[in-house]
């Protein structure tokens, strides 16, 4: 049965919106996320930011105007308001790219909906992220890296089937980056965690800085 799904648009850089909303799904704009919906022939729900990086403007959409000195980012506040509304999958576009401290805090907002039992992915230009708290994910098969990194001091019992270097029942830590650039031998991956967190990242392959 298919989720009701929270779609928020971002303005970093991403993949064409691949997306189209069912009747039961939610749009948002996140400021300049809403150029890229746009063009792409979708109308957002509901506009949401300070509106600093808009480019065009928000005729007959429903906007949230926030103030530009605030505590939190435009896309933690279009989770906080989908959140509301009751929703409980989310799927942020354009969340990578530009300027590192928004895609840590993007990262920050998947951890956050992990540590509530919600589930989010980011969809970049050329990855995808998602975040696993305490339980497993199952991936079909990529041609690209898939990346698992602790995310928060130590994540306890972290197991991965089906791909090139597998682990069993390992202790990883913050601090140790044993899981970067796996790749896929099997038709599907099986990652799972214990106890703790797990940023997972997986796309197209990326090139090697030694």
């Known amino acids: 049965m298919k989720k009701n799904i929270c779609y928020i648009v971002a303005a970093g850089e991403g993949r064409a919106l691949d997306f189209m909303p069912e009747p039961c799904?939610?749009?948002?704009?996140?400021?300049?996320?809403?150029?890229?919906?746009?063009?792409?022939?979708?109308?957002?729900?509901?506009?949401?930011?300070?509106?600093?990086?808009?480019?065009?403007?928000?005729?007959?959409?429903?906007?949230v105007k926030l103030s530009a000195e605030k505590d939190e980012t435009d896309t933690?506040?279009?989770?906080?308001?989908?959140?509301i509304m009751g929703y409980k999958d989310f799927r942020v576009y354009c969340g990578t790219g530009?300027?590192?401290?928004?895609?840590?805090?993007?990262?920050?907002?998947?951890?956050?909906?992990?540590?509530?039992?919600?589930?989010?992915?980011i969809y970049g230009k050329n990855e995808t992220l998602t975040v696993i708290r305490d339980g497993e994910l199952v991936l079909d098969k990529t041609e690209g890296y898939i990346s698992v990194f602790c995310l928060g001091g130590i994540a306890k019992g972290v197991t991965l089937e089906g791909l090139k270097y597998p682990l069993r029942d390992y202790a990883m830590t913050d601090a140790y980056p044993i899981g970067?650039?796996?790749?896929?031998?099997?038709?599907?991956?099986?990652?799972?965690?214990?106890?703790?967190?797990?940023?997972?990242?997986?796309g197209e392959k990326e090139s090697t800085i030694n």
Not at 36 to 50: E, F, H, Q, T
Not at 108 to 113: M, R, T
Not at 191 to 197: N, P, R, T
């Open 25 to 63: 799904d939610f749009v948002i704009a996140a400021d300049g996320g809403l150029a890229r919906l746009k063009d792409s022939g979708i109308i957002p729900n509901l506009m949401i930011g300070d509106m600093d990086s808009a480019g065009v403007t928000a005729e007959n959409i429903k906007s």
């Open 76 to 83: 933690l506040a279009a989770v906080k308001y989908g959140k």
């Open 98 to 121: 530009g300027r590192l401290s928004h895609t840590l805090a993007n990262i920050a907002v998947l951890k956050s909906l992990a540590d509530c039992g919600l589930s989010g992915y």
């Open 180 to 202: 970067v650039s796996n790749e896929f031998v099997e038709g599907y991956a099986k990652i799972s965690v214990k106890s703790g967190c797990l940023l997972i990242i997986y």
